[in-house]
C-alpha cells in the first residue's frame, strides 16, 4: 500500500512539472511571438528604426527567460531560437530591412516549435 502511495505521489509530481513546463513556455512563447509581430509590423511599415527597438526587446526578453526555459526545453533548442533571434537586429542593420522577414519568420518557426513540443501529452508524462 505504501508502494501505491509514493507512486501517487510521484505520479502528480510529475503531472504538476509537466503542467507548469507547458505553462511556462507557452507563455514566454505568446509574449516573443507579440514582440515578433511588432517587429514585423514595424519592417512592413518602413520604420527601421522601431523594428531595431522591438528586435532587442526579443533578443532582451528571450535572454532574461534562460533559466526557465532551461528547466523545460532542450539547450539546443533554445540557442537554436536565440541565434535565429539575434539575426534579426544584424538584418535591420543593414539597407534594406525587409531582409530581415525571413530571419523573423524562422525565428517564428522555432518558437512555434519549442511551445509544441512541450504540450502536455500522454507521451509527455509516462
Same mark, same amino acid.
Do not use: D, F, N, P
Given at each position: 500500500m505504501k508502494r501505491l502511495a509514493v507512486a501517487a505521489v510521484l505520479l502528480s509530481v510529475v503531472i504538476a512539472v509537466c503542467i507548469t513546463g507547458s505553462v511556462t513556455v507557452a507563455s514566454i512563447q505568446r509574449h516573443a511571438d507579440g514582440i515578433l509581430t511588432e517587429c514585423e509590423d514595424a519592417i512592413n511599415n518602413g520604420d527601421g528604426a522601431e523594428a531595431a527597438d522591438y528586435a532587442a526587446e526579443l533578443e532582451k526578453y528571450w535572454r532574461c527567460n534562460r533559466t526557465a526555459l532551461s528547466v523545460f526545453i532542450n539547450?539546443?533548442?533554445?540557442?537554436? +531560437? +536565440?541565434? +535565429?533571434?539575434?539575426k534579426i537586429p544584424v538584418q535591420l542593420s543593414g539597407e534594406d530591412i525587409a531582409d530581415a522577414l525571413p530571419d523573423c519568420a524562422e525565428a517564428r518557426r522555432l518558437l512555434s516549435e519549442i511551445a509544441a513540443e512541450q504540450q502536455l501529452r500522454a507521451d509527455h508524462i509516462f
Open positions: 539547450h539546443g533548442r533554445y540557442e537554436e +531560437a +536565440a541565434l +535565429a533571434i539575434s
